[in-house]
């Protein structure tokens, strides 16, 4: 199993890295925090939905709605059309975005379960090129009740007009299991610019803020899951707040 997850992301990787330079990608509005957890046999459709007040007063929305499925006990794979908008325009399409994530240990097997997030989108600009974004995924259990996620994303552009190195970016989440229906936490995202030479701290971008969670079991083998939250900007080079909502129907 691992040697043919391997084979495939060198594969992905490889043919990046022949590609030329390109522009630098970072997190979104509409961003959300990955699991490394796969549940083989799932199908899913979700709806992504995030807006920013920048510290000027403007305002950046973008949505996205997908189409996933569990393909085994480690690979899962989705496919989702991207919206954004930005004052004072209305709504465009914006990308469309192919995502596979593969589980790389056993859930529960060790202290710690790990993923690998590979993202590739094509943005409805064309001299934008091609996104790549992969890194890997972490949770553990801090207690019975408490689990932790960790992520480091390495994100790309590729093909496109203006050259710039890769970038990091970086997600965390804290949740409280109280009932599955309802959850609280926190989570957090940020930029850290170009991952071998990182911006300086005021050029940075750190955002975070409380989180709920929940899933509502319905008929049969179906659900109703979700997660949102209100993020503050930590430093003046963040947008002011953001408010994020993710919602996936599991059948």
Same mark, same amino acid.
């Given at each position: 199993?691992?040697?043919?997850?391997?084979?495939?992301?060198?594969?992905?990787?490889?043919?990046?890295?022949?590609?030329?330079?390109?522009?630098?990608?970072?997190?979104?509005?509409?961003?959300?925090?990955?699991?490394?957890?796969?549940?083989?046999?799932?199908?899913?459709?979700?709806?992504?939905?995030?807006?920013?007040?920048?510290?000027?007063?403007?305002?950046?929305?973008?949505?996205?709605?997908?189409?996933?499925?569990?393909?085994?006990?480690?690979?899962?794979?989705?496919?989702?059309?991207?919206?954004?908008?930005?004052? +004072?325009?209305?709504?465009?399409?914006?990308?469309?975005?192919?995502?596979?994530?593969?589980?790389?240990?056993?859930?529960?097997?060790?202290?710690?379960?790990?993923?690998?997030?590979?993202?590739?989108?094509?943005?409805?600009?064309?001299?934008?090129?091609?996104?790549?974004?992969?890194? +890997?995924?972490?949770?553990?259990?801090?207690?019975?009740?408490?689990?932790?996620?960790?992520?480091?994303?390495?994100?790309?552009?590729?093909?496109?007009?203006?050259?710039?190195?890769?970038?990091?970016?970086?997600?965390?989440?804290?949740?409280?299991?109280?009932?599955?229906?309802?959850?609280?936490?926190?989570?957090?995202?940020?930029?850290?610019?170009?991952?071998?030479?990182?911006?300086?701290?005021?050029?940075?971008?750190?955002?975070?803020? +409380?989180?709920?969670?929940?899933?509502?079991?319905?008929?049969?083998?179906?659900?109703?899951?979700?997660?949102?939250?209100?993020?503050?900007?930590?430093?003046?080079?963040? +947008?002011?707040?953001?408010?994020?909502?993710?919602?996936?129907?599991?059948?």
């Amino acid at each position: 199993m691992h040697t043919a997850i391997r084979a495939g992301a060198a594969s992905l990787l490889s043919l990046a890295a022949c590609l030329p330079l390109a522009t630098a990608a970072h997190a979104g509005p509409s961003d959300y925090i990955s699991s490394p957890i796969v549940e083989q046999g799932e199908k899913e459709i979700s709806y992504q939905f995030g807006t920013v007040r920048a510290r000027d007063g403007t305002r950046e929305s973008a949505m996205a709605l997908g189409l996933g499925y569990g393909v085994n006990s480690f690979w899962s794979t989705e496919l989702s059309f991207k919206a954004k908008r930005e004052t +004072p325009d209305g709504w465009r399409y914006d990308a469309i975005e192919w995502e596979n994530k593969f589980q790389l240990t056993e859930t529960g097997k060790y202290p710690v379960d790990v993923g690998l997030l590979i993202e590739v989108e094509r943005p409805k600009d064309r001299t934008e090129g091609y996104e790549l974004r992969f890194g +890997p995924l972490f949770q553990t259990e801090l207690s019975s009740s408490v689990v932790a996620n960790a992520n480091l994303l390495f994100g790309k552009n590729y093909r496109a007009v203006t050259p710039s190195p890769m970038q990091l970016d970086y997600q965390w989440q804290l949740k409280y299991r109280w009932k599955p229906e309802f959850e609280v936490g926190a989570q957090g995202f940020g930029s850290l610019g170009p991952w071998h030479d990182w911006l300086p701290g005021a050029q940075q971008e750190h955002k975070l803020g +409380p989180a709920v969670f929940g899933k509502v079991r319905l008929d049969g083998s179906s659900a109703i899951k979700y997660n949102a939250a209100w993020l503050i900007g930590a430093n003046s080079n963040t +947008p002011r707040n953001t408010l994020r909502l993710q919602a996936e129907y599991e059948f």
